[in-house]
């Protein structure tokens, strides 16, 4: 079983930025695909950025040049720089990551961006 621990959400005001982070219990080798995902309130989870075991990322286009995957092999640990930060971003944001095909998924760290 694949444990992630998520930290580093919070309240900022709009403009502003955060930095989540995500350590997971196995190797970071071992993983396909690490990410972030959000959730707000009355909307579906939408994928926001992916990092593959190759550095390929993808990203969302609302967060395109705003927002950075990154990941830290010594540490097991992916991260999301997230920069000029809009109410539109509030959500709960969820770690995930896939290993031999298998999902895992944080349990959620809440983003509140005000105006």
């Known amino acids: 079983q694949v444990q992630l621990v998520e930290s580093g959400g919070g309240l900022v005001q709009a403009g502003g930025s955060l930095r989540l982070s995500c350590a997971a219990s196995?190797?970071?080798?071992?993983?396909?695909?690490m990410g972030w995902y959000r959730q707000a309130p009355g909307k579906q989870r939408e994928l926001v950025a992916t990092i593959t075991r190759g550095y390929r990322r993808n990203y969302a286009d609302s967060v395109k040049g705003r927002f950075t995957i990154s990941r830290d092999n010594a540490k097991d640990t992916v991260y999301l720089q997230m920069n000029s930060l809009e109410p539109e971003d509030t959500a709960v944001y969820y770690c995930?990551?896939?290993?031999?095909?298998?999902?895992?998924w944080g349990q959620g760290t809440q983003v509140t961006v005000s105006s």
């Open positions: 995930y990551v896939q290993v031999f095909s298998e999902d895992y």
């Open positions: 196995v190797s970071i080798f071992s993983i396909n695909v």
